[in-house]
């Protein structure tokens, strides 16, 4: 039985349109937190917070300080790999790897929690969808120097290969930049997440509208 309170989250993820990631080594000299305040400017209705190379303490003072941000701005706070950081902090939701903990391991700890799942293949996505993922990535579906060990990229003919076969949402991710998103957004996809078209822009939130307009064109 899904709870009030993962049932309010996943409703609210519906209205998610561009997914921003963050990814401070490749913020352009910026901190997390500078980037985070240019999402929230531009709109985003989502933000994870993903950073590979930070102390678990650090990280953790991160997440604090994004859900104090991002609570005032409604805005959903999914933090990437960590449930226990994620749990703490009360962000809305966590997104794990296929080397992460296992969705359905997650699910018992974190039954409130959004539960999202990296995934690089059809079989892939329909285990996560399975095991209770509540949203499940599509990826990488350009070269991407953001992840690695994800094998080649995916292009955008497998978004509606794979999403096509899901129940849950599903979010696209890898490499995708203002020159592509038409493509992705051509084969269905409606939930993008980016790193470097947000975080690398100079003007970020300016970068977050533009994207987000694409996204809303699209759809209508």
Do not use: W
Not at 117 to 128: F, G, K
């Amino acid at each position: 039985m899904v709870s009030l309170k993962r049932e309010r989250r996943k409703e609210a993820f519906l209205d998610v349109d561009l997914y921003p990631v963050t990814c401070e080594r490749l913020s352009s000299g910026r901190s997390n937190m500078e980037v985070l305040e240019g999402i929230v400017r531009g709109g985003a209705r989502i933000v994870q917070l993903r950073d590979k190379e930070a102390a678990r303490k650090d990280l953790y003072l991160t997440a604090a300080a994004f859900r104090e941000i991002t609570r005032k701005a409604g805005v959903l706070l999914i933090i990437n790999d960590y449930v226990d950081i994620a749990l703490a902090v009360d962000a809305d939701g966590v997104h794990l790897g296929q080397e992460d903990l296992p969705v359905a391991a997650a699910r018992e700890i974190a039954p409130d929690l959004l539960i999202g799942a990296s995934t690089h293949s059809l079989e892939q996505a329909l285990a996560a969808q399975g095991e209770g993922a509540d949203y499940v990535n599509i990826g990488p579906i350009f070269a991407t120097g953001t992840k690695e060990g994800t094998g080649p990229f995916l292009g955008p003919k497998a978004i509606g290969e794979i999403g096509g076969r899901l129940q849950v949402p599903f979010t696209v991710m890898g490499g995708i930049k203002e020159s592509n998103i038409g493509e992705v957004l051509a084969q269905g996809a409606r939930r993008v997440a980016v790193v470097t078209a947000v975080t690398e822009a100079r003007d970020i939130a300016a970068a977050v509208g533009s994207l987000r307009g694409k996204i809303s064109q699209a759809a209508n």
